[in-house]
């Protein structure tokens, strides 16, 4: 099955810096990679998705990147703001509809103000 | 807009207890996916319906069951609870076939005593 490997767990950016995580995944017929944020107490929010016919995608200040050859696909917040500090996941699946999600172990932002 | 519906937010049960959590999709999702959070860890994919049929199963323990009724809300059925059990439980849907975006509930926070 699908292994999905997410990092780093923790990072801590100042406010207006970026801030990049990274996965890989294993499986090479995944073609749908999401990212999620999660809120103490909340359940997880898609904030950007990409698929693997296309290398990049950016919506504002958050812009997602997919290799494909190298199977690894990074999340990249701009100006960090203090309301994006939360749990971040990647996930993958075989994007064929009505597939599951195979989660990263996800990454713990904090924006330092 | 309507989003994912989950009840109860927050349940208590004791040991060897049987216990059922509800999930309502967004309004036109046909498709619905239970998934486990255990404290500090990703969702882990349990099982899924689509158009009521059961679509995927994952690491679902044989104690639990569960359905996708006709309206399209569905109902995950845990018995003989264990300590073990206590988790979040997301629920999750997506419209169908044509598209791979899930979108989750708030969640069930289920702790097992």
């Known amino acids: 099955g699908e292994n999905v490997e997410q990092h780093p767990s923790t990072l801590s950016v100042q406010e207006g810096d970026s801030a990049v995580i990274k996965c890989t995944y294993s499986?090479?017929?995944?073609?749908?990679f999401p990212w999620y944020k999660q809120e103490l107490g909340k359940g997880p929010q898609l904030i950007i998705d990409?698929?693997?016919?296309?290398g990049e995608k950016k919506d504002q200040r958050i812009a997602v990147t997919l290799n494909k050859t190298a199977k690894h696909f990074s999340l990249h917040i701009t100006e960090t703001q203090p309301e994006d500090s939360a749990v971040y996941f990647c996930?993958?699946?075989?994007?064929?509809?009505?597939?599951?999600?195979?989660f990263g172990t996800g990454t713990r932002l904090t924006i330092i103000p | 807009a309507a989003g994912v519906i989950q009840s109860p937010r927050h349940l208590i049960k004791e040991k060897r207890e049987t216990a059922t959590l509800k999930c309502y999709p967004i309004?036109?999702?046909?498709?619905v996916y239970w998934y486990q959070q255990g404290p500090g860890q990703d969702p882990q994919f349990l099982i899924s319906?689509?158009?009521?049929?059961?679509?995927d199963k994952g690491s679902i323990p044989d104690r639990f069951s569960a359905q996708q009724f006709s309206d399209y809300h569905s109902e995950l059925n845990m018995s003989s609870l264990e300590l073990g059990d206590s988790a979040l439980y997301f629920c999750?849907?997506?419209?169908?076939?044509?598209?791979?975006?899930?979108?989750f509930g708030p969640g069930t926070r289920l702790t097992v005593l």
């Open positions: 319906f689509y158009e009521k049929m059961q679509s």
């Open positions: 309004p036109r999702h046909d498709t």
């Open positions: 990409i698929r693997s016919n296309v």
């Open positions: 999750a849907s997506s419209p169908g076939t044509t598209t791979d975006t899930q979108y």
């Open positions: 996930a993958a699946s075989r994007g064929f509809g009505n597939e599951k999600l195979t």
């Open positions: 499986d090479s017929a995944s073609n749908y």
